[in-house]
């Protein structure tokens, strides 16, 4: 089992930063991935990035894209998502997720993790 708490959300102007954190516990030497999703009131949950736990191999939405960076400390079994040039559409919810090996790979897809944190709300006033 794989335990993750986020925290680090808060409210934020637009144009501001934000640093997200995800703790893992547990049976953390399972992990293979850890994705951020988040989801906006009204809509579906998205993938907003991941990053591999040995090679830290890092992909992204395309909405973030040049404006979030993911990273991860393997020795205190942290991953960071670290949000900068805020916008209101970065509105939501957002949570740490897990992969273990052999869950797939089309990464963007929230099926394929097993574990997830309790979300933290990250609001960006206009």
């Known amino acids: 089992q794989v335990q993750l708490v986020e925290s680090g959300g808060g409210l934020v102007q637009t144009g501001g930063s934000l640093r997200l954190s995800c703790t893992a516990s547990g049976r953390t030497f399972t992990i293979y991935s850890m994705a951020w999703f988040r989801q906006a009131p009204g809509k579906e949950r998205e993938f907003v990035s991941v990053i591999t736990w040995n090679a830290g191999s890092t992909y992204y939405a395309d909405s973030v894209k040049g404006r979030f960076t993911i990273s991860r400390d393997t020795a205190k079994n942290l991953v960071y998502l670290q949000m900068n040039s805020l916008e209101p559409e970065d509105t939501a919810v957002y949570y740490c997720?897990?992969?273990?090996?052999?869950?797939?790979?089309?990464?963007?897809?929230?099926?394929?993790?097993?574990?997830w944190g309790q979300g933290t709300q990250v609001t960006v006033s206009s």
């Open positions: 997720a897990a992969a273990t090996p052999g869950s797939g790979r089309d990464y963007w897809m929230e099926d394929r993790y097993g574990y």
